[in-house]
């Protein structure tokens, strides 16, 4: 069982930068991958970025590829996601997810074995 807690969303403008975390706890195995979903009202959950817990290795949407970065800390195995130039579009619940790993290219919402609560991200233009 993986328990996945998120912080750092908020009310920001076009243009900024904000950082979400996601601690990661429970009993699990390395090989596991963990990454960013979001949803806004009435759309289906999206992926929006995927890293691989041993080696690194991540997955961007097209959306938000070359302004999010997705990282992790093994130490204290916490997730990051750095949004920079953020827009409006980007509004939206930020999801931390968890799965054991898979090829990147599944980037399936319905591959996640493991939600965390969410938190909301508002970027006002």
């Known amino acids: 069982q993986v328990q996945l807690v998120e912080s750092g969303g908020g009310l920001v403008q076009a243009g900024d930068s904000l950082r979400l975390s996601c601690a990661v706890s429970g009993r699990f195995f390395t090989n596991i991958q963990t990454g960013w979903f979001r949803q806004s009202p009435g759309k289906e959950r999206e992926f929006v970025a995927l890293?691989?817990?041993?080696?690194?290795?991540?997955a961007y949407s097209d959306t938000i590829k070359g302004r999010f970065t997705i990282s992790r800390n093994n130490a204290d195995d916490t997730m990051y996601l750095q949004m920079n130039g953020l827009k409006s579009e980007d509004t939206a619940v930020y999801y931390c997810?968890?799965?054991?790993?898979?090829?990147?290219?599944?980037?399936?919402?319905?591959?996640?074995?493991?939600w965390g609560q969410g938190t909301q991200v508002t970027v006002s233009s």
């Open positions: 890293i691989t817990w041993t080696t690194g290795d991540t």
């Open positions: 997810a968890a799965r054991r790993s898979l090829p990147l290219y599944n980037q399936d919402a319905r591959s996640v074995d493991w």
